[in-house]
């Protein structure tokens, strides 16, 4: 029975996985898309590809920081294996019910923060304000503000840096030149969201094996892990998520394919950097933050400050939206077990 909730919740936990590469497929591509690089398909292909060889090289910090930096992983373990079950259960139906209704909304929110709001709501009816990690939600919620302004601040500098390069060439150089070097780009962005987002589900997995079946041995992440998480994320960025795609490529700026280059190379190198930390960041805020950063170096009209900033609202509810959700579901949940017990 144990062994059988134990799959159930992983597999949960690897369609969690799935669903947040189809809901920031976005990120990925939104930029080669809208500059005509690639192609739609082509794009989510190449995406896809960079996701899951970010497994050979993205390291695990990031997944021991959502394993045992945001929960008290081994107060929780003492409470036994139901516990964990049904903590890490609510966790992940409020992250994926958050995940779901920005994706209708075609709104570019945090799977990271939503899956981190989630692990609050549901520890909070269980363990109580001691079983949360003070420290590592701190810095969690710190990078809400920080990456997206790192991103843009890293956008605008390669965008002038790019602009000043090449100011002596004829536009149709220029164009020719940023579209070769955008397959680059997006390579790098896209390989940077497989590192710092598949991480946070072999966190998952870990609390959930390491708590329960294999509650007596040290916690780490075990390479078919690292593997599954990464093959996951890459299917759901293959499917993509079209609604935030035109949000992300078409109404916040427009760009052509030097700032398409910028922004990608801004906001891969920040979330790369991070990850390399142990900072489980937003790609999705990063990168809006760097298309922000390259469209406002052509002026302040150049940024719809409007789209930006119902994405902003997005970003703030995000964790207590998630956190709510998982703690009605943990509710649910409670008083199915009682009936049933």
């Not at 690089?37 to 590809?49: D, E, G, I, K, R």
């Not at 139901?82 to 409020?94: E, H, S």
């Not at 719809?304 to 943990?330: C, D, E, M, N, Q």
Request: aromatic letters at 10%; hydrophobic letters at 55%.
């Amino acid at each position: 029975m144990l062994l059988t909730a134990v799959i159930v919740i992983v597999a949960v936990a690897l369609i969690f996985d799935f669903i947040n590469g189809f809901h920031d497929a976005a990120n990925s591509i939104a930029t080669v898309v809208s500059t005509r690089v690639l192609s739609p398909n082509l794009a989510v292909a190449w995406a896809a590809f960079f996701n899951f060889i970010a497994a050979f090289g993205g390291g695990v910090k990031v997944a021991n920081t959502m394993g045992k930096g945001i929960i008290n992983f081994d107060m929780l373990r003492a409470q036994g294996p139901t516990a964990v079950l049904v903590v890490i259960f609510c966790a992940l139906m409020g992250a994926i019910s958050w995940n779901l209704l920005t994706w209708w909304w075609g709104l570019p929110s945090s799977s990271s923060h939503a899956l981190a709001g989630g692990m609050i709501g549901a520890t909070l009816p269980v363990l109580g304000f001691q079983g949360l990690v003070g420290a590592g939600i701190a810095k969690v919620a710190a990078f809400i503000v920080l990456s997206p302004v790192i991103g843009l601040v890293l956008g605008t500098l390669m965008m002038l840096a790019s602009t000043w390069a090449v100011h002596r060439q004829t536009p149709l150089k220029v164009d020719t030149w940023f579209r070769r070097l955008q397959l680059l780009s997006s390579g790098i962005f896209s390989f940077s969201h497989g590192t710092n987002d598949a991480q946070k589900v072999m966190g998952i997995i870990a609390v959930v094996l390491f708590g329960t079946i294999w509650k007596d041995q040290e916690f780490h992440i075990q390479w078919w892990m690292i593997l599954s998480c990464h093959a996951a994320i890459g299917l759901g960025t293959f499917f993509g998520g079209w609604r935030i795609i035109k949000t992300m490529g078409h109404s916040l700026t427009k760009l052509a394919p030097i700032g398409g280059f910028s922004a990608e190379t801004g906001g891969g190198v920040t979330i790369i950097a991070l990850a390399k930390l142990g900072i489980p960041v937003s790609t999705t805020h990063t990168i809006t933050g760097a298309i922000v950063g390259v469209g406002s170096t052509k002026g302040w009209r150049a940024v719809k400050w409007g789209v930006a900033g119902r994405i902003i609202w997005a970003w703030v509810f995000t964790i207590p939206a998630a956190a709510a959700v998982s703690l009605i579901v943990y509710a649910i949940v409670s008083g199915v077990m009682r009936l049933v017990g």
